[in-house]
């Protein structure tokens, strides 16, 4: 079973930025979400809710993923 959360839930648009101004964004663009910068390979919760994006980052604070809500 998918949940649908109202508003925007991916940001491709943010692929390649820099991981704190891709939060930024998000929270700038939604504000009942909360964007977490997380660097790849870390380990997080796996459970799903609207007003969390994990924006996952190499190394050197890219975004590597697109930011989804989950």
């Known amino acids: 079973m998918e949940l649908q959360c ?3 839930n991916s940001w491709p648009e ?3 930025t820099k991981g704190e101004k ?3 964004r ?3 663009e939604n504000p009942n979400v909360r964007a977490i ?3 790849a390979g870390t ?6 809710r609207c007003d969390r994006v994990w924006v996952w980052v190499n ?3 890219l975004v590597i993923r697109v ?3 989950g």
């Open 6 to 8: 109202p508003a925007k």
């Open 14 to 16: 943010l692929m390649g």
């Open 22 to 24: 891709a939060a930024e």
């Open 26 to 28: 998000i929270e700038e």
């Open 37 to 39: 910068v997380v660097l």
């Open 43 to 48: 380990v997080v919760t796996m459970d799903y």
């Open 59 to 61: 190394k050197h604070g």
């Open 67 to 69: 930011p989804r809500r």
